[in-house]
């Protein structure tokens, strides 16, 4: 499929894909006129590439991390390294501390809002 299409069934633009290529995160093949040809399982991929940078992953772990993760074909994929498995793991125990900060602060504004309504 041509970028506009995967651009449109992902919902990510044209210009953040060819980031991805740039980055090593997504592989197209060329057609004899050089557009990019992209295989289905790239929509896969891309929302995966998706799902890793809402987590707070920059593209560089992401290109260690995608090897390690299976493709929706179920294809084999690598073994990640311990230092991965403990840098990732620290990632994911940043991530609760900010979901426990933010739960916090959530609690002192509705203590805030029922003090304001008279409550």
């Known amino acids: 499929m041509r970028i ?3 651009a449109r069934r992902t919902g990510v633009s044209e210009r953040s894909l060819r980031y991805y290529e740039a980055q090593g995160l997504l592989r197209a093949e060329r057609t004899p006129g050089g557009h990019r040809d992209y295989a289905e399982a790239a929509v896969d991929r891309v929302v995966r590439i998706q799902e890793l940078f809402a987590a707070g992953l920059h593209s560089s772990r992401i290109a260690e991390l995608l090897p390690c993760m299976r493709d929706a074909d179920g294809g084999p994929s690598a073994v990640a390294t311990p230092k991965l498995v403990a840098d990732l793991t620290e990632e994911r125990d940043r991530i609760d501390r ?15 809002i029922e003090a304001a309504r008279g409550r």
């Open 4 to 6: 506009g299409e995967l």
């Open 98 to 112: 900010m979901i426990a900060d933010l739960e916090r602060s959530r609690e002192t504004l509705d203590e805030v």
